[in-house]
């Protein structure tokens, strides 16, 4: 999903709108290198902020596929994507699906094209999740310890951490979080989810942090972060949905075609890295990173890595 920066600003009505800004776009685009008539996958569209730009450029004759989890997120790319068409600004064709980026074969399918040339994958949590209590993303504001990117899956964080053992739970802490003290977290929440269950975002954050030794409890980020990381990726099998939209990605692109993926953290990075160097011809020898400028504008963007690989021509 894209890691989307918000804000707000004044519509034309005078209310207030939320103002997205896409994280790495002027890098994301000189990576694609588009130009009119290409079919693009956008993986993870989000609120529509990359997609916009690259409706944009592939211009009259261009497909724009857009998948994402989020049926949400993915109402609100539509409303802004159409406003663009119906308005004039963009000419390029836009097929949205509510589906995970490692459906992008049968998205493609579904819009009439067999393969395409260039396709984005922009992983990690939307702003637009993030700020929103009752999806249970954040610690910043309570809410409900949902986390799921797929409101239709039936399984909640909180629904997991009732049940899971503490072997388990410590392991998922420590290998998706990289959090040292994960034995010490998780023996302390199910000790303490014998007595209540653990239901909530704010609470789970203070657990967390109760659970910790006292020089653990501050660092240069909350203490619960790397916890809260730990189960997303877990509920949401992360990690195994980016291995299979790779694949997909190398599979639907044509020869000569781009991939570009954001992402957000080291084992995401670790991921994209090996698999390029393996199936493609990397175009970015080092991650690109975000420039102080737009640091400056959407702090979110600070952990943002881009990478890009040429799908390489198949074997005769």
Known sequence: MNDEG??????GDGSRQPVHRPVLLREVLASLQ???????????????GHARAIVQAIGSGGVLVGLDRDSEILAAARALLLADVGGGRAEARVSLHHLPFSSMREALAAAGQPRCDRVLLDLGVSSLQLDRPERGFS???DGPLDMRMDASQPTTAADWLATVGETELADTIFRFGEER?????????????RRTPIVRTRQLADLVTEALPGGARHGRI?????TFQAIRIRLNDELGELERGLQAAHDCLRPGGRLCVISFHSLEDRIVKHFLRARFDVVTKKPIEASGDELRDNPRARSAKLRCGIRREEAA
């Open 34 to 48: 588009l130009s009119p008539g290409l079919v693009v996958v956008d993986g993870t569209v989000g609120a529509g």
């Open 181 to 193: 003290h994960s034995r010490r977290i998780a023996r302390h929440l199910v000790a303490v989810r």
């Open 222 to 226: 909350h203490p619960a972060t790397r």
């Open 139 to 141: 610690f910043m504001a």
């Open 6 to 11: 918000t804000g707000s600003g004044t519509g």
